[in-house]
Structure formats: structure tokens, C-alpha cells
């Protein structure tokens, strides 16, 4: 079994502020529900959850601690007992005592899902790897917005999503679906 009392599910920045209009449009809108279906099979086995929040420093953020977009999304409210933390930049590992929770934990295999594919969780994962933690990435459980290139060219949230996966998938992560995971925890 790949995914045991070794592995925890990190879930990042799964907020309400991603639902302001502030960050444009969005890939993925089944990612709450898939996000939702694979949380509900982690708990059932009894695994690990973590739970990340970006606190903004940015003073017209949405994420902003003390904003109603600061908030995680219904779907991925805590539980007694579930792990939190509180980032301010882009990786979970960076001014958190996320490793040294996983590493007092001994869980070596994590499952990210969140936001944003290109941002948070890119740069999550590619710590995590570094860190030398397996790592998987559900593609349905993850979603960016799009975005404007140095050169001025627009980027939809579709292909920055699918660019970031590709160069995270077998270097970094493995790239699966969350149905493939949801598999592999009932085996």
C-alpha cells in the first residue's frame, strides 16, 4: 500500500478569499468537490490532514488574517485533532513547523491538494521532494487562475495548470488523479 499511517494529506490554501473576483478566472471548478471526496476517504482510513492557510501580508489581499477570505472553504474545515498552519509565502515549509511535525509524525508520503498549482503548491511540492518526501500531486485536486506573461501574451489557468503539472510530474511528484488515490487507500 503506497498510502499508510506513513502519509498525510496536506490541503493548501483551500480559502474562501480564491473565490474574489481579485484573482481572475479559474481552472478546475470541480476542484472543492474532488478535494471533498478524497478528504472524506483519508479521514475514513484514519490518515493524516493537514491543514495550510495563507495569512497575506498584502494589505489589499483577500487572504489577509481577520478577512471573511482568510477562511478555509466549507469542504476542508478542520477537525479536532487535524493538523494547521500558517504560511505567509509561497511554501508551506517556510517559516512553518511543517517538516518538523512530519518528520516527529515519521510520515515520509504526502498527497497535496490546493492552490494554486503554479504557485503554493509548485513550490510546496518541489521542498518536499527536496526534503525527501514522496510526494503526489492529484491534477483534480489543484487549480490556478489565469495570468499575463513578462511578454504581455495571456496564459489561460488551464495551460498554466497543465505546464506546472508536467514539470512537477516525475522529478518532483507523481501526477495522478484523486480516484486513483482514492483506489490505492482502500487496497
Keep these: 500500500m503506497i498510502f499508510g499511517d506513513s502519509s498525510a494529506l496536506i490541503l493548501i490554501d483551500i480559502q474562501q ?3 474574489d473576483a481579485y484573482w481572475g478566472k479559474r481552472n478546475n471548478p470541480d ?21 495550510v492557510r495563507h495569512d497575506s501580508v498584502e494589505s489589499g489581499s483577500p487572504l489577509r488574517p481577520g478577512q471573511p477570505g482568510n477562511d478555509f472553504k466549507s469542504v476542508v474545515s478542520p477537525r479536532r485533532g487535524e493538523h494547521l498552519e500558517s504560511k ?7 517559516g512553518t513547523g511543517l517538516e518538523d511535525f512530519l518528520r516527529a509524525k515519521k510520515i515520509d ?17 518541489r521542498m518536499a521532494a527536496n526534503l525527501g518526501f514522496k510526494t503526489f500531486l492529484p491534477a483534480d485536486c489543484l487549480a490556478t487562475f489565469d495570468r499575463v506573461g513578462y511578454d504581455g501574451r495571456p496564459w489561460s489557468a488551464e495551460d498554466i495548470h497543465s505546464s ?24
Design 17 to 19: 478569499g480564491f473565490d
Design 31 to 51: 476542484m472543492e468537490g474532488n478535494i471533498g471526496l478524497l478528504l472524506a476517504a483519508w479521514r475514513h482510513a484514519g490518515l493524516c490532514v493537514i491543514h
Design 88 to 94: 505567509s509565502v509561497n511554501s508551506a515549509f517556510i
Design 109 to 125: 508520503t504526502l498527497v497535496l491538494c490546493g492552490l494554486t498549482s503554479d504557485h503554493c503548491v509548485s513550490t510546496t511540492t
Design 164 to 187: 506546472s503539472l508536467a514539470s512537477l510530474n516525475g522529478e518532483f511528484a507523481t501526477v495522478m488523479l484523486s480516484e486513483q488515490v482514492i483506489e490505492m487507500l482502500l487496497k
